[in-house]
Every structure is written in structure tokens, then in C-alpha cells.
């Protein structure tokens, strides 16, 4: 029997069922507010992931070439490389995305606006090349068609002593031919068909814009047969050592001028017929950077290239000299493109060229004809200066007058 006043077995009963109930009521409620709270870090976790793709790329990114940036200033260039693989900034896309050389379509060069500057240390990101067949690409159709100068002449014939008069007044604006950018030309005159019989002028050095003021007589001529002859002129850059290279052509029928007093005529040079002028042509950008004295040469692509193998092709690729004062500083060359006539290489070269020797500067670029038995053919040139033709010239200012601006033109290539 209890005693007086000890808890009975029902309310121990009691205390110990409500004990236990507050005891686990804690439990499953320690529980769930941990479990909300790992729930809860784990869904705002996914958030940031699918709402934001990039944001830790971003980041990794964004240090990268912060890191970049400051290894350029430290002329680290082992540095540079290992990171410039692995975090390639968006302007070269372009080179390495699996649509070169064609151009990442993901990339629209028509909108970066204002043109991005050229390769350089910073602040001067990199410049884009221009990707082939592009909008830029037509754009620049209008400069393939080159300017050979032109020729002033005069011609008559004297009845009274049957003999035909050619008189080589001029010319102007003639290309340049040589390492200098300037050429040495000279006249040829034929009356075709013949060929055998022919006059020449002087040698006018180094001059673009010649004086000749010569005068041909052809003695003892009839008329009668003068009329049926075509008055052919070719002026030709003169070379010691080499070939002499043709500049351009001018062709007039007799019969078809009035020989009874002197005529002159202004006429504008032609690519010789003998091939010389149909070599192909050449689409390529200058960028000049002045913060960094360097320019950027970008050979894009060619079209209608000579044919110099037996199979009616070629296998192209282009050197890039860069010359001062007529002296080869450095080279540097394309990939070779296996039987193309229309290659497009799309690479670029950079030359260090400080601001001051601009004006005594050229560069020289030459398609090749690649040979694995013999020397390697020239398909053409191209001499770009200051000082050069008026095509070359006027891309070479362009350049200048746009600094950091890749500059694109087309050239006709030259013997």
C-alpha cells in the first residue's frame, strides 16, 4: 500500500507519455528546420547555376584576363600564353572557332562599333580580322580594279616625205615596280603586226611621273600602209639584273586617226596582254598602331590566282618582307594552300616599325607558287609605302589616317 502524498502509477504514467512526446516533438522539429535549411541553400544554389550560365565563367574569366592584362605589363610572356589558352578573350573567337577561316557567324564585325583597336599592350585590345566573304568583304570590290597610270603621245604623218612621226611626251602615275617603290621606265614602240622592229626611249630612274619628249621617226613609210598598222606602246620598269617587268600597254589603230596633222592623246596604261596583268588579285588589311609602333598585316584570301603547275593549278602561299631604305628587315609567310586558285589564309603578321621611318618603309607582299622539285614560282607582288602606286598609296594612307583600324583593300598582283 503507498504511502500518503507519493505520485500514483497513473500520473507517472502520464508525466512520462508527455515527456516523451515533448522529447521527440523537439526532435522532428530540429530535424525539419535543418532539413529546410539545406533544402533552402541547395535550391538557391541551383538558382544561381540555371539563372545565371555564366556567372561563374564570368568570374573566372574576368580574373583571367585581369591577371592577363597585368602580365602584359610585366613582359611576362610565358604567362601570357599558358592563360591566353585557357581563357581566350571574345575578339579571337574568330581565329579559333571551329567556322575559321570562314568567321564565326556568332560574330557580327558589322556591329563592333567603334572598330576595336589593334593588338598592343593595354589598354589596346586586339584587332578583328575581317572574315571572308563578309559584308566588309564587298565593300572593298570597288579598289580591285587598278590603276596602272597613263601616257601622253603624239602622232602624224608627213606626206610629202612618206614618213610617220611618234612622239613619247609623258606619263603620270605610274606603279611602282622595285624594292624602293619607285620604278624606272621606259617606252617601246611597235607598229603591229610587226614585232621584230621596234624603238625604245631613255631610261627615266627612279620617276613615276617620267619626261621624255622624244621624238620616232619611221622613214620612207607609204601611206597606204601605215594605215593598216596599230601603234602599240608598252611602258616596262627597267631591271639590270632581271627581267625587265611590264607596267602597262597602249594600242591605237592608225586608220582610225587623222595622220594629215599631229594628234596627242592622253591614254591610260592597260595590263599587258602577255599575261603579266591577269595574275590574280589579293585582299588584305593594314592596322597601325602609333601607341605601339607596330602594324598589323592580315592576309584574308586571293581569287583568280595564275595557274603556274602542269595541272592548271597552284599551290599558294604569301611571303611578307618588310623593308627599309631598300634593305630586307624581316620575313614572315602564310601556310601553303594545296591546289588553290582561290585561297583564303586569313593570318596575321605583326612588324615593330617606329613612327619616324614610316616614310622609308615598305612592305612587300608575294604570292608564291609552292614547288617540292624545283624553285618556287612567283605568282605577283605587291610593294605597299607611302611612295608606291596609287592603289598602294592610297591604302598606305588610309591606314595612317584611321590609326588602330584594320584597313582592307584589294591589290591586283603584279610581275
Request: net charge positive.
Amino acid at each position: 500500500m503507498s504511502s500518503p502524498g507519493a505520485p500514483t502509477r497513473d500520473v507517472l504514467l502520464v508525466s512520462a507519455i508527455i515527456t516523451v512526446s515533448l522529447s521527440v516533438t523537439v526532435v522532428l522539429c530540429s530535424l525539419c528546420h535543418w532539413c529546410q535549411r539545406k533544402l533552402g541553400k541547395r535550391y538557391k544554389n541551383s538558382l544561381e547555376t540555371v539563372g545565371t550560365p555564366d556567372s561563374g565563367r564570368g568570374r573566372s574569366e574576368k580574373k583571367a584576363i585581369n591577371d592577363l592584362d597585368r602580365d602584359f605589363w610585366n613582359n611576362n610572356e610565358s604567362t601570357v600564353q599558358q592563360k591566353w589558352s585557357s581563357y581566350p578573350p571574345k575578339e579571337f573567337i574568330l581565329n579559333i572557332s571551329p567556322y575559321a577561316p570562314y568567321g564565326d557567324p556568332r560574330l557580327s564585325l558589322k556591329k563592333q562599333n567603334p572598330p576595336q583597336p589593334c593588338l598592343s599592350p593595354p589598354p589596346d585590345p586586339p584587332c578583328p580580322q575581317l572574315s571572308p566573304g563578309s559584308e566588309e568583304d564587298e565593300a572593298h570590290e570597288g579598289c580591285s580594279r587598278e590603276n596602272l597610270g597613263r601616257i601622253q603621245f603624239s602622232v602624224g604623218y608627213n606626206f610629202q616625205e612618206s614618213t610617220l612621226t611618234v612622239k613619247i611626251m609623258k606619263a603620270q602615275e605610274l606603279p611602282a615596280k622595285d624594292f624602293s617603290g619607285t620604278s624606272d621606265p621606259f617606252v617601246k614602240i611597235y607598229l603591229l603586226p610587226d614585232k621584230k622592229h621596234k624603238l625604245e626611249t631613255k631610261v627615266k630612274r627612279k620617276n613615276l611621273n617620267p619626261h621624255w619628249n622624244e621624238t620616232f621617226l619611221f622613214e620612207g613609210f607609204p601611206y597606204e600602209k601605215v594605215v593598216q598598222r596599230v601603234l602599240y606602246l608598252q611602258v616596262l620598269d627597267y631591271d639590270r639584273f632581271s627581267r625587265n617587268d611590264p607596267i602597262g600597254e597602249v594600242s591605237i589603230p592608225l586608220n582610225k586617226v587623222d595622220l594629215t596633222q599631229m594628234q596627242t592623246f592622253w591614254k591610260d596604261l592597260k595590263p599587258c596582254s602577255d599575261g603579266s596583268g591577269s595574275r590574280g588579285e589579293l585582299l588584305l588589311s593594314l592596322c597601325y598602331n602609333p601607341s605601339a609602333n607596330s602594324i598589323i598585316v592580315n592576309i584574308i584570301k586571293a581569287r583568280n590566282l595564275k595557274a603556274m603547275d602542269i595541272g592548271g593549278t597552284s599551290d599558294p602561299y604569301v611571303k611578307v618582307w618588310l623593308m627599309y631604305k631598300d634593305k630586307r628587315v624581316e620575313k614572315k609567310k602564310t601556310v601553303t594552300m594545296k591546289r588553290n586558285l582561290n585561297p583564303i589564309f586569313n593570318e596575321s603578321f605583326a612588324f615593330d616599325i617606329p613612327t619616324e621611318k614610316l616614310r622609308e618603309t615598305t612592305i612587300i607582299i608575294t604570292v608564291m607558287d609552292k614547288d617540292k622539285l624545283s624553285r618556287n614560282d612567283v605568282i605577283g607582288k605587291i610593294y605597299l609605302s607611302w611612295k608606291s602606286g596609287p592603289g598602294e598609296v592610297k591604302h598606305w594612307k588610309d591606314m595612317i589616317a584611321r590609326p588602330r583600324q584594320p584597313v582592307a583593300q584589294w591589290h591586283q598582283l603584279k610581275a
